[in-house]
């Protein structure tokens, strides 16, 4: 049976996770891959691939990265079919549903395109006596998103893209029920040509999570789900030190 794969540091990766859970076409009930449910080592890999990662992707002036962007929803659009068949088979959403989703994701993925305008700092002359004010945008450096199975495709677009096209590098740890779809993005974001690290995805249930939010190295974390697990994200991320977005009662 398939067994699917992390990515990380650019690469397809083969969990050693003894724990695997099983991935269902809810269509048919029947079970169509094994899904190893990552370790924390496997998180602290993934975190030390963005990190070193986020060093140089960091420095790269932002109509380089861009450049990169650009190309990545050129292979969205042309392999829009592939992504959509992969929601459908393993979440069971209609193909014009899970069509209309991806479409929503790119949407985001077309604004990180326009982001070289929107980091440019400001210059405020005299906003008190002999005083002046500017701001400048930096990256963080390794951020994470946690992610739910109701939108597998469009969810993580709603981070990733911005996160990465303001020079951090990203760990996402999607949903283990419908893991493919971002699979089927990490292959292309490594054809668009973004340095090994920059994007990486990890699957895995509480004990990955907590890994994320724990980890000194993730500097902030965005998550979408359930209210319950939101206040526990939010409070354990918080906790350690991390800019924390819980969006929660989805």
Known sequence: MHKIENGIDGSKVTSASRRIAPVYNPATGEQIAALPLSTAAEVNSAVAAAKKAAVGWGATPPLKRIKHMFRFKELLDRNADEIVRAISREHGKTHDDAAGELARGIDVVD???????????EYS????PEIDSWSDRQPLGVVAGITPFNFPAMVPMWMYPVAIACGNSFVLKPSERDPSASMLVFELFQEAG???GVFNVVH???EAVDAILDHPD???VSFVGSTPVAEYIYARGSAAG?????LGGA
């Open 218 to 220: 993730i500097k902030a």
């Open 204 to 206: 895995g249930d509480k």
């Open 125 to 128: 002359r005299n906003v008190g």
């Open 194 to 196: 973004f340095p090994a």
């Open 242 to 246: 991390k800019r924390v977005q819980a």
């Open 111 to 121: 604004f990180a395109c326009g982001i070289p305008h929107l980091l440019k700092g």
